[in-house]
């Protein structure tokens, strides 16, 4: 089975940095993303890491240690906009001809004025 | 524009009735999950399609059913043995197949909001 552990709630300031961290157990892994969903809305895909180290796009940066089970979405110059549920999901083994998904519960992060 | 759409956005449903929830989308894409998503939970996958006319069960596929009749189309039947239906259901696709990496992401659609009266 699969175990994803993210904190449930963040808060921050605008223009500051923060990381969310995301620690998993899994039993073969193909594969960590990072989602961010709206309040109401569908997660929407930010980033994704498969090799050890640091992925940049724009404000936001992801890593992942494959050996230590470990990731984090880093958000730099944060943004009101930036307020919404930040989600981890671990691609595991293939389960028939399909690959699977295992998301975390979610880190719901404030950003405040 | 490509993408996925999911509707209604809202439905309501009497205890003991069936409900279907629509997905469809033009990305081309082979594969289909649907997802429940509770308050303060992650997604659960519900079911999932990685080609026309088969499926898969998900973690929590009692009480639901599905079709997979067209690429575009994977529509979710909510029924009456569904203990506790009310919750947020999304669909997402991806290319699947043998892809691996990014390119084997999941899309999601906007969402339907279930709740049972």
């Known amino acids: 089975g699969q175990n994803i552990d993210q904190p449930t709630e963040m808060t921050a300031t605008e223009g500051a940095i923060v990381q969310i961290n995301c620690t998993y157990q899994?039993?073969?892994?193909?594969?960590l993303f990072w989602y961010q969903q709206h309040a109401g809305e569908a997660p929407t895909f930010l980033s994704y890491n498969v090799l050890d180290g640091l992925e940049e796009k724009g404000r936001f940066s992801s890593f992942l240690s494959r050996s230590k089970g470990y990731s984090y979405l880093l958000l730099k110059e944060l943004q009101m906009k930036d307020s919404a549920s930040y989600l981890c999901a671990v691609r595991g083994r293939r389960r028939g001809s399909a690959r699977q998904l295992t998301f975390g519960s979610g880190t719901q992060l404030t950003v405040l004025p | 524009d490509g993408g996925i759409t999911q509707s209604p956005k809202y439905l309501f449903r009497k205890e003991g009735q069936n409900v279907t929830l629509s997905c469809e989308q033009n990305l081309n894409h082979d594969a289909m999950y649907w997802y429940r998503q509770d308050p303060g939970q992650g997604l659960r996958l519900i079911y999932y399609?990685?080609?026309?006319?088969?499926?898969q069960k998900g973690d929590i596929a009692e009480g639901y059913s599905v079709s997979r009749e067209k690429k575009e189309s994977f529509p979710l039947t909510v029924t009456s043995a569904q203990k506790n239906p009310t919750a947020f259901y999304l669909c997402?696709?991806?290319?699947?197949?043998?892809?691996?990496?990014?390119?084997?992401?999941?899309?999601f659609g906007p969402g339907t909001r279930l709740t049972v009266l």
């Open positions: 997402a696709s991806s290319r699947d197949r043998v892809l691996a990496g990014a390119e084997d992401t999941q899309y």
């Open positions: 899994t039993s073969g892994f193909n594969g």
């Open positions: 399609s990685q080609i026309v006319n088969d499926f």
